[in-house]
């Protein structure tokens, strides 16, 4: 009996052990790294389909904008030895010369291949020039069109914000002045505004959230224009609290053929780690210029990953990056302070990348313009209790100035400041003395830079940026105390898919 009831008690108790062991989930790791870390997720594999041999262009009207520009999308149909249609997948480099008006190259994701948007100012034929520089060999191609033949308004109006209409006007007045009267609820018009020449738009911040808007414009020479707006609900409050501690960019792609995509995200893991890790929020790509990431396809993934991170009470925060001080650019930033799940998760505010470049908003004057303005719109859109996070160019480790960067400007719109302290990507701050030094002297200076009291939170480097590779767990660790003392509010770490298992631990170790 007592063998038969010894025999009994281990059987039952390997059958509990067996189902507990089922029932337990997988004991926590670190995400490895992807194989390279760059600012947009890089596709793996070059054509989908043949090589193309040959290219033609397609030109598709867009209509005028609020910006008053009459803009055209240009695209290249690559072909392939037989004829065919053939699609690129990487690597595609296009030169886009327009003889008048402004040409933004487009990413792929957003209409399926190379593509451009060319924006007018005035009437008359327009001929694009377009060189393929890669891949070679293909020559170039042109194309011209008018938009005189094309239909649709020449005065348009739209909300880019809650606190801020756009009302446009093609072709750009010349001479002599516009007028836009405001009709109130009783149909009077009442002037609002006298643009004038050289114009193509104004911007009205008197609008109401959720209200309508309605405008009489009266141009030289033109028939009256009566518009109405809608204009959008108030956005949800965000504050400085979201980005306080610890923080990460994680970006992804829209293409679930993409190393980084979408479909490959493993949401419950980037949850995990965000807990193991500590992290009070995530910085969350949603749009690159005019294009929004979270598209139909990505768009449950997505929602399950804000939603998952709510779950746990870690903020996300969107990251965009604007190209242009446009109004679809704006809008769309506006769009993903919007965003909320469709589980009631909202974002906890706007992460604002502002960097230099033709991949961002400019080079040279036009530039440095379009860095001036650009937040300072989008406050006005969004209204004062929105979060902003201005992501700016490091002036410590890059030796940049007011005369280069426009810090002062950006400061007054932002709520906190937040350089890209990517030490070892730029130069050899490669000890953890150099690491402290650097981090002491970016936070400084921008503080300096900034003309007025502003938190700042510190971008800092996890992964491969450069041939000096990926900061050890002990420099980084060093990094993140050197931007406490410094009197920083935290630190987001750049990037989630860059960064590896030692770097996880140096950033769950780090108490803040």
Not at 161 to 189: E, K, M, N
Not at 349 to 373: I, M, Q, S
Not at 459 to 474: F, N
């Amino acid at each position: 009996m007592r063998c038969a009831s010894t025999m009994w008690t281990a059987a039952a108790g390997a059958a509990v052990l067996a189902v507990s062991a089922a029932q337990s989930p997988a004991p926590f790791t670190w995400p490895t790294p992807l194989a390279s870390t760059a600012p947009a997720p890089q596709p793996t594999v070059l054509w989908n389909g043949a090589p193309a041999t040959a290219f033609t262009l397609e030109v598709e009207p867009l209509g005028v904008s609020p910006d008053g520009e009459d803009r055209a999308l240009v695209r290249v149909a690559l072909r392939d030895a037989q004829g065919a249609a053939t699609r690129i997948r990487r690597g595609a480099d296009f030169d886009y010369v327009p003889d008048r008006g402004e040409a933004q190259w487009q990413t792929r994701l957003r209409y399926g291949g190379p593509a451009a948007i060319v924006a007018l100012h005035g009437e008359g034929p327009t001929s694009v020039r377009v060189v393929a520089n890669r891949p070679a060999g293909l020559g170039e191609q042109r194309i011209t069109f008018d938009p005189r033949t094309w239909p649709g308004p020449r005065v348009v109006a739209a909300a880019i914000g809650p606190h801020l209409v756009r009302v446009g006007w093609f072709p750009q007045l010349r001479s002599g002045a516009v007028r836009v009267y405001r009709i109130d609820g009783a149909g009077r018009g009442l002037l609002a505004a006298t643009v004038s020449a050289p114009a193509s738009s104004w911007d009205d911040a008197t609008v109401r959230p959720g209200a309508t808007a309605r405008y009489l414009v009266a141009r030289p020479g033109a028939a009256e224009a009566e518009l109405r707006v809608a204009v959008p609900a108030e956005l949800p409050p965000s504050g400085v609290d979201a980005v306080r501690g610890k923080s990460a960019w994680l970006a992804f792609s829209a293409d679930p053929l993409d190393d980084g995509s979408f479909a490959k995200l493993d949401v419950d893991g980037i949850v995990a780690t965000a807990v193991h890790a500590g992290l009070r929020s995530v910085e969350l790509r949603l749009a690159y210029g005019a294009f929004d990431e979270a598209s139909p396809p990505a768009k449950a993934t997505i929602d399950r990953l804000i939603d998952g991170l709510a779950a746990h009470h870690i903020a996300v925060i969107g990251w965009t990056v604007p190209r242009a001080p446009t109004f679809e650019d704006l809008a769309r930033n506006v769009e993903v302070a919007a965003y909320r799940t469709p589980g009631g998760n909202a974002i906890a505010g706007l992460a604002v990348d502002l960097e230099r470049g033709e991949e961002f908003l400019g080079d040279g004057p036009r530039g440095y313009a379009a860095l001036r303005t650009y937040l300072a719109v989008l406050r006005r859109a969004v209204g004062p209790h929105v979060l902003l996070v201005a992501t700016v160019e490091d002036p410590f480790l890059e030796h940049l100035d007011q005369t280069k960067f426009p810090y002062r400007e950006i400061a007054r719109d932002a709520d906190v400041l937040q350089p890209m302290t990517y030490w070892r990507m730029m130069g050899p701050w490669d000890t953890i003395p150099k690491v402290e030094t650097a981090v002491a002297g970016s936070v400084a200076l921008v503080r300096r830079l900034a003309g007025r009291e502003l938190p700042i939170d510190v971008g800092a480097q996890t992964g491969v940026l450069s041939k000096r590779g990926a900061p050890p767990g002990d420099e980084l660790a060093a990094a993140i105390e050197a931007s406490r003392r410094s009197g920083a509010i935290g630190v987001t770490f750049y990037d989630w898919s860059g960064t590896g298992p030692e770097q996880w631990d140096a950033i769950a170790r780090a108490n803040w």
